[in-house]
């Protein structure tokens, strides 16, 4: 079983998927950051018209839209602590480790030889129960350090603890069906709630309408606007999100019918933007076109780094599609007839947040 792994002969900012996983931090930033600063102006500008239910929709409207958007400059600033302290100017080092048992205060810890690493590390922590092994720059003069571990398109802030913890047993899980890898399990209740992706546009259509219908007695021009605008964006996304909604069910459908991964052969085409992440994949049918409609950060960066894609259920002509061991899942449509993908960019309302895969390997 092969998973996606740093390189550890270069400086890890040189790193090809440690970059990728940047530029992908930072693109988010910047996208919800000007979103966040246009709806902010907007809120302060509704505070200061007169008072009535238009006006005082629009400034709820708006107000959540900043609150919400600005937690991507806010994490971006988290996650990118390694890199403005110079961490990631030194190579990644693969150092044996194992997992301490859980604490009262809710920080998972890493055990190295020698060395105690303590963070928030969510998911990774099972799989250096597996592997036996963690990626880590640092840690430098103040203790701190940053982790990766393989498998995972992301990183994990770390600090030198000076405690002694007892080690977790390490952890031996066969690769059966799907579901039964509590990983994937996770994962697929994601694409469970992926079925609801229509309220995604019909959420937006309705409060945009509501605040549209509060600013029509008395009338307020700036709630009409606000509340138009949102009105507008929820209802043109609505086929876009019906669509969506319906590759994530048979997704869901893939993934609870199948017995087995299925590992296949794939090679990715160049990026481009407003273009579907797309590969040639030997199929055990023969060779296919995938397309992936919702490309994941993880599972992309891991095809791309081992040539494989693991199908986890088919159904149809959509693949679900993830990493084993790894809490992902996407999915993918396949087109056996075809060896080469057609012009068919994405829909304009997936380009708002559309990932950056110009990092990838060619």
């Not at 922590?125 to 982790?147: I, K």
């Not at 498998?151 to 390490?170: I, L, Q």
């Not at 509590?182 to 937006?204: D, E, I, N, Y």
């Not at 969506?244 to 590992?263: G, L």
């Amino acid at each position: 079983m092969q998973y996606l792994e740093p390189r550890t002969d270069v400086p890890a900012k040189d790193d090809w998927s440690t970059g990728l996983i940047l530029q992908d931090l930072r693109w988010g930033a910047k996208a919800l950051g000007g979103i966040a600063l246009v709806a902010a102006g907007g809120a302060v500008t509704c505070w200061f018209l007169p008072s009535s239910p238009g006006n005082t929709g629009a400034l709820v409207v708006l107000a959540l839209v900043a609150l919400l958007c600005a937690l991507g400059p806010l994490m971006y600033r988290s996650e990118t602590k390694a890199e403005r302290r110079g961490l990631l100017e030194r190579p990644w080092r693969r150092v044996p480790a194992g997992v301490a048992e859980d604490q009262q205060d809710a920080t998972d810890r890493l055990l190295l030889d020698g060395l105690v690493l303590k963070g928030w590390f969510e998911d990774l922590p099972d799989m250096v129960l597996h592997r036996r092994e963690v990626f880590v720059c640092g840690p430098d003069a103040g203790g701190r350090a940053v982790v990766r571990v393989a498998g995972f398109a992301k990183m994990a802030n770390a600090e030198v603890d000076t405690g002694e913890y007892p080690a977790r047993e390490p952890e031996e899980r066969p690769l059966g069906r799907p579901l039964d890898d509590p990983a994937t399990a996770k994962a697929c209740g994601g694409l469970r709630w992926g079925v609801r992706s229509w309220l995604w546009s019909a959420v937006p259509a309705g409060l945009g309408g509501l605040v549209v219908a509060l600013s029509l007695f008395p009338l307020a021009p700036a709630g009409l606007v606000v509340g138009g605008l949102v009105l507008a964006v929820g209802l043109l996304g609505v086929p876009t999100a019906v669509e969506i909604s319906r590759w994530y069910r048979d997704a869901v459908r893939a993934v609870e019918n199948s017995a087995q991964w299925t590992p296949v052969p794939i090679t990715l085409f160049p990026w481009q933007p407003n273009q579907h992440v797309a590969g040639l994949a030997e199929m055990p049918g023969g060779l296919a076109l995938v397309q992936f409609v919702i490309p994941d950060l993880h599972v992309v960066a891991n095809i791309a780094d081992t040539g494989v894609m693991w199908i986890a259920g088919t159904h149809g002509d959509v693949i679900a599609v993830g990493v084993p061991r790894v809490p992902v899942l996407t999915f993918a449509a396949v087109q056996p007839d075809r060896d080469v993908p057609e012009e068919d960019p994405i829909p304009w309302i997936q380009r708002l947040r559309q990932p950056d895969f110009s990092g990838l390997p060619r």
